[in-house]
């Protein structure tokens, strides 16, 4: 059974910095795109970035480009969403998600999700 868990979510002032984990488990590390996703109230859903590992390729939207990295660890099967300079429209709930054998771009239709995490910022 796969499953994505999200962590690190929490409170921050806007310039801040936090770290977003997603643990999987039950899918080939290597053989999916992982990626991350927020929705903020009243919004749609948005792509934010994404790995591939087999690749070694990542992909960002032009809204966190530069501040936010994404990065995986094949040992621990957890991909990393290290976001800086974080501002008040950063305020979402952040999804990971995977999809098999492909690169997760905006618009993708993912294969699995988890719960989200609340990441709020603070002006």
């Known amino acids: 059974q796969v499953q994505l868990v999200e962590s690190g979510g929490g409170l921050v002032q806007a310039g801040g910095s936090l770290r977003l984990s997603c643990a999987t488990s039950?899918?080939?590390?290597?053989?999916?795109?992982v990626g991350w996703f927020r929705q903020a109230p009243g919004k749609e859903r948005e792509f934010i970035a994404s790995?591939?590992?087999?690749?070694?390729?990542?992909n960002y939207a032009d809204s966190v480009k530069g501040r936010f990295t994404i990065s995986g660890d094949n040992a621990k099967n957890t991909v990393y969403l290290q976001m800086n300079s974080l501002k008040p429209e950063d305020t979402a709930v952040y999804y990971c998600a995977a999809k098999r054998y492909r690169m997760i771009v905006e618009g993708t239709i993912c294969d699995y999700w988890g719960q989200g995490t609340q990441v709020t910022v603070s002006s």
């Open positions: 790995i591939l590992w087999s690749a070694g390729r990542t």
């Open positions: 039950g899918l080939t590390f290597g053989s999916y795109g």
